[in-house]
């Protein structure tokens, strides 16, 4: 079953030394109103999410059977970390009188992906998962899951991330970004669903344990890289992409280098392998911000890969969709 990206958007801040401005203005995205006690990370999503859908945020959500198949699963690693600094600040110098209700709902990981499903109307499935850096493609791989086994006919992948307060420091910063992903063939016409982007030809979520001097398993690392190799169908060039914070390049660079290896075996190149290898700035966003990227008709074929210092990676192939057997 091929599936395919048919809406993207993306909302993310970038170094701007000496600024004063808040880089992200809730009213241009989202309207007037209807955001005010809403968490930032919930405010990126949501801009980020209605734009890969082609909504405003104040059209009404979709109802009927169409709903019952739409779902929604978001990544996060840092969404609510603010959250729960400020609430455990002000409980232990005020008590519980100085937290406000309407903030209450911010203390819930779920909550930027909820306030999504409600507003789009998704009613299949709202789902939240927090592995640190590689959520935003987990959230890929459980979409296509859930509409390869049927549980869906359109999901929205998205991840949102507020970074901690040093952020600029540590050089993490805010961001959220989405695809709209269906199964070709379903529900014609359902939220989101336009001329296709691009294909997801397929997706990997494993662990790379360490060996016993500390570098990852070579055998792991090999079995492993033959699989993602094979996300995506042989071809003169293939781009690849692995995205992992600083303190897991060096593993970064192995997977590289073994995924280099694998693709050559099945009688194809990737392009570029020196500038394979880029920073997770956006937390947990960081692979869905190169997703949007890549999902642009004319890229070519693609692997995309976040690796977290634990040594968890999520890998997706990415394949041109745009030809007249997609139409």
Not at 217 to 240: K, N, Y
Not at 271 to 292: N, Q, T, Y
């Amino acid at each position: 079953m091929s599936v395919l990206i048919t809406g993207v958007g993306a909302v993310a801040e970038q170094p701007r030394p000496g600024a004063e401005a808040p880089w992200f203005d809730p009213a241009a995205h989202l309207g007037r109103r209807g955001w005010k006690y809403l968490t930032p990370a919930t405010r990126y999503l949501l801009a980020a999410g209605n734009e890969a859908l082609g909504r405003r945020h104040d059209d009404p959500p979709l109802t009927g059977a169409a709903a019952e198949r739409f779902g929604v699963v978001t990544g996060t690693q840092y969404a609510i970390t603010r959250v729960h600094r400020r609430m455990d600040a002000v409980l232990s110098a005020e008590g519980v009188r100085g937290i406000s209700p309407a903030e209450v709902p911010g203390f819930s990981m779920n909550t930027p992906g909820s306030q999504l499903a409600i507003s789009a109307g998704a009613r299949a499935f709202s789902v939240t998962l927090t592995n640190p850096v590689t959520a935003g493609l987990e959230a890929v791989h459980f979409a296509v899951t859930a509409l390869r086994t049927g549980r869906a006919d359109v999901v929205v992948a998205a991840a949102a991330d507020q970074a901690p307060e040093d952020h600029g420091g540590g050089g993490e910063y805010d961001a959220a970004a989405a695809v709209v992903l269906s199964a070709r063939g379903r529900a014609p016409g359902t939220a989101g669903v336009g001329r296709p982007l691009a294909e997801v030809t397929g997706v990997l979520s494993r662990f790379l344990p360490p060996a016993p001097a500390g570098d990852p398993d070579a055998a792991a690392l090999e079995r492993h890289a033959a699989r993602i190799a094979a996300l995506v169908p042989a071809s003169a060039a293939t781009g690849l992409l692995v995205v992992a914070p600083p303190a897991a390049t060096p593993l970064a660079l192995a997977v590289r280098d073994a995924v280099v290896k694998a693709v050559a075996a099945t009688g194809s190149t990737v392009r570029d392998p020196a500038e394979a290898v880029r920073e997770a700035r956006h937390c947990a966003v960081s692979g869905l911000l190169e997703l949007v990227a890549l999902a642009r008709p004319g890229a070519g074929p693609a692997l995309l890969i976040s690796v977290s210092e634990s040594g968890h990676l999520t890998a997706t192939g990415i394949g041109n969709a745009v030809g007249p057997e997609f139409t």
